[in-house]
């Protein structure tokens, strides 16, 4: 990681620095830590599920009626159009709301039917202590609801550090947490830089870390928790394939992959980067997505700096000397990237593999069901995975097949709070969301007795 963050407001779309927020110092950390490992006596022993979820209903409410300016902020902060930014803020009402009504019985205790012996035995989860949160800036609150919604209803405390271009955003949920009567410095916004993370990651107070972004970050927050024999969740990139096999209706497919590649203008862990068709409908659905793709120039917005823009760029000026072809509606200026589309990569091309975090789509012509799942495998990642067919038998066939966290059939943004979120491979570890995203942080203790 980089040796130093600052954090600072600068709009995508104009360059301008709208604001810099100070670093923390090295006392401030240490104090977040300190608070929030005194908070979390108080907030795992001396609160009830039912006293939590009332909390997590009440940040609900709030993202709810604060959505607007909410959306202000990450839309001046990383380029996201206000109306896809109000839809992240209810988005992550709904998770916070989810666990709020869920969190009794996720909770309750698990009996065990004894193989051998009497008496009784059970598994009660109780909460581990402090957890650090690391977050990235593509969805500023929809990954902190991820991460928090769950550890709170359990019983943690959470120390947040947010990425460097989203301070206002950060600063914006610590005070939601705070008007929604979250008791002090159980949920801690710092403004760290890599270092003090590094330091933070093994200190003793900290029992856990979750960390969302890159692949290569992932692997060194993952080697310092290692060493500390933390507990770690890691959701890193993707490359996911968006598999199309057979169509009822080619038009709304296309526009299924051209929405799932180009939500947040195409910077999203999940989307179908790589879509992957059969031969006998390729030509056809080709030029459907294609006047889809290139209809999306107008209006498009930035992405998050013109360093991101830049590395786009030169991600297709490789796969374009790798002999493949690129179509596009113009060129990138600043941190905007025309929208496109790259035809002729080689499998074996170091393109192929890679993850394009940006409005470019990959699409590949294959000649079976074989050859697509082998494409959609060949790459380090298993985030997500898309499958369109006609035939039931054969999505569940490939489905199986994928090497994948999350497979999603006929269909997209098919995503929701109750549903378990995460990959394999170089994807990462651990799940959220759902059921699953309480347990990952969870002391899962074994209670047994023995009859009396």
Request: hydrophobic share 40%; with cysteine.
């Amino acid at each position: 990681m980089a040796n130093r963050h600052v954090y600072a407001v600068v709009d995508p779309a104009s360059g301008e620095l709208v604001k810099e927020y100070p670093t923390a110092t090295d006392e401030v950390v240490h104090g977040a830590l300190d608070a929030a490992s005194r908070a979390y006596a108080q907030w795992s022993r001396r609160t009830s599920v039912a006293q939590r979820a009332q909390l997590l209903n009440t940040v609900a409410t709030l993202h709810s009626e604060r959505s607007g300016h909410l959306a202000g902020i990450i839309h001046r902060e990383m380029g996201k159009p206000v109306e896809e930014a109000i839809a992240e803020v209810e988005f992550s009402a709904s998770i916070y709301r989810y666990y709020a009504e869920n969190a009794y019985e996720f909770l309750t205790d698990e009996p065990i039917g004894l193989f051998e012996g009497e008496g009784t035995a059970f598994i009660r989860r109780q909460p581990i202590g402090v957890l650090l949160g690391i977050m990235p800036w593509n969805y500023p609150y929809y990954q902190v609801a991820r991460f928090a919604a769950p550890n709170l209803a359990l019983g943690n405390t959470i120390v947040l550090k947010h990425a460097p271009q989203c301070p206002e955003s950060s600063a914006a949920l610590q005070q939601l947490f705070t008007d929604a009567g979250c008791p002090h410095d159980c949920y801690v916004n710092v403004y760290a830089t890599n270092e003090q993370i590094s330091l933070a990651i093994a200190d003793s107070r900290v029992q856990g870390v979750s960390f969302t972004g890159s692949e290569r970050a992932g692997a060194e927050i993952a080697e310092q928790a290692g060493r500390s024999l933390k507990k770690v969740v890691l959701e890193l990139g993707g490359s996911d394939p968006f598999i199309v096999l057979s169509a009822h209706d080619l038009d709304a497919t296309a526009q299924a992959a051209a929405e799932t590649r180009f939500e947040n203008t195409g910077q999203a862990c999940n989307a179908g980067k790589r879509i992957i068709v059969a031969e006998d409908i390729y030509d056809v659905f080709l030029a459907k997505f294609t006047q889809n793709v290139l209809a999306m120039a107008d209006g498009l917005a930035p992405l998050s700096s013109v360093a991101a823009a830049e590395r786009l760029e030169e991600q297709v000026e490789r796969a374009i000397a790798d002999g493949a072809s690129f179509v596009s509606a113009g060129q990138r200026a600043g941190a905007y990237f025309p929208p496109g589309i790259l035809t002729g990569v080689s499998p074996t091309s170091p393109s192929a593999a890679e993850e394009f975090f940006g409005p470019v789509a990959i699409v590949h012509r294959v000649g079976s069901e074989d050859e697509a799942v082998d494409l959609a495998n060949g790459t380090p990642y298993g985030l997500g995975s898309y499958v369109f067919t006609t035939d039931a038998e054969q999505a569940l066939r490939v489905a199986d097949k994928i090497d994948a966290g999350m497979v999603f059939i006929n269909g997209v943004g098919l995503e929701g709070a109750e549903l378990p979120f995460g990959g394999v491979k170089r994807s990462g570890f651990g799940r959220e969301l759902g059921r699953a995203g309480i347990d990952e942080f969870a002391n899962k203790k074994l209670i047994r007795t023995a009859r009396t």
